[in-house]
């Protein structure tokens, strides 16, 4: 008699499991946290910029709202600089022997200035002092170093109104020329928006970078003619020809000489450096994308640690 064998029935093996990675692109699933791409992160940057505008809006009106005299800091600020620079600079040192409207020059300089300034130091602290923000909320973070630009473009707009009080007081008249502070103010924008970004990333990594800055931005004023003309210093000066095309050059001065040049008739296109739209053109192009760029590289590493 036979013995018959209970064996189980053959299975079919099990399919490979199907990879991860073509799961989640068949379902349009990305990895949490992931560096987008630069065309997707533009639209993302894009999208929020009520909210970009809107936060700028609100950390404007809260930066004097313990003060009694409220946003009327705003003006008094670079006003009181400008006292304090002309007393120091164009009295004590004598700055504002051979140059004509010596006080709408300066505080047009110092205005500008504390733009440029203003915006560096709040880029610096964008990521580093709004981490609950950042690790709260998933958005673009190039949205805050923009912001605080913006808010500090805002600011500016203030001031100009008083600028122009100043300029209308002390005999500079009202001419087309004017205008062209709208091109220089666009220009300067994405220049300050830029290396925000730059340092937004740099202050990110390293906090300690915020308490350095003051020194290096007081001693970028000091070369940058905001108190003193560079035309009228260089054309008496020994300098190699390098420093002196550095002068020239140094974005923070063609941006103040050209808003000089826009707005005091006093203010000739000779004392501007040679190409000088080409320079500020450039320099806005080529630090606001780069910084951008920069600053995108690094998205998915801000607010960790």
């Excluded at 800055?213 to 004023?221: A, D, E, G, N, V």
Aim: glycine fraction near 6%; proline fraction near 6%; include cysteine.
């Amino acid at each position: 008699m036979s013995q018959v064998l209970n064996t189980p029935p053959p299975t079919a093996s099990p399919a490979p499991a199907e990879d991860a990675a073509a799961i989640a692109a068949r379902y349009g699933l990305t990895v949490s946290g992931a560096r987008p791409s630069l065309p997707a992160y533009v639209r993302q940057l894009w999208a929020r910029r009520h909210f970009i505008t809107a936060f700028a809006t609100a950390k404007l009106t809260a930066q004097y709202s313990q003060a009694k005299l409220g946003q009327v800091w705003q003006v008094m600020t670079p006003l009181l600089n400008a006292a304090v620079y002309y007393f120091i600079f164009g009295v004590l040192l004598g700055t504002k022997h051979g140059v004509p409207d010596y006080i709408p020059f300066l505080v047009t300089g110092v205005f500008i200035w504390t733009f440029t300034q203003s915006s560096i130091m709040a880029g610096t602290r964008a990521i580093s002092g709004s981490l609950g923000l950042v690790r709260a909320l998933h958005f673009p973070r190039a949205a805050l170093p923009v912001s605080y630009a913006i808010q500090q473009l805002q600011q500016l707009l203030f001031s100009m109104a008083a600028l122009v009080v100043i300029l209308l007081c002390f005999g500079v008249p009202l001419s087309a020329s004017w205008l062209l502070a709208v091109p220089v103010l666009v220009l300067q924008f994405t220049f300050n928006a830029g290396v925000a970004m730059i340092m937004a990333r740099m202050g990110a990594k390293t906090p300690d970078i915020a308490q350095l800055m003051p020194f290096i931005l007081r001693t970028w004023m000091y070369v940058s003619g905001v108190m003193w003309s560079i035309d009228k210093v260089l054309s008496k000066s020994s300098l190699p020809h390098w420093a002196m095309v550095a002068l020239e050059s140094n974005p923070a001065a063609v941006y103040i000489d050209l808003m000089r040049f826009s707005l005091i008739d006093s203010f000739h296109a000779h004392q501007l450096p040679h190409h000088v739209w080409a320079l500020a053109v450039g320099w806005a192009v080529v630090v606001g994308v780069g910084g951008f760029i920069y600053f995108w590289k690094a998205e998915e590493t801000y607010g960790r640690g």
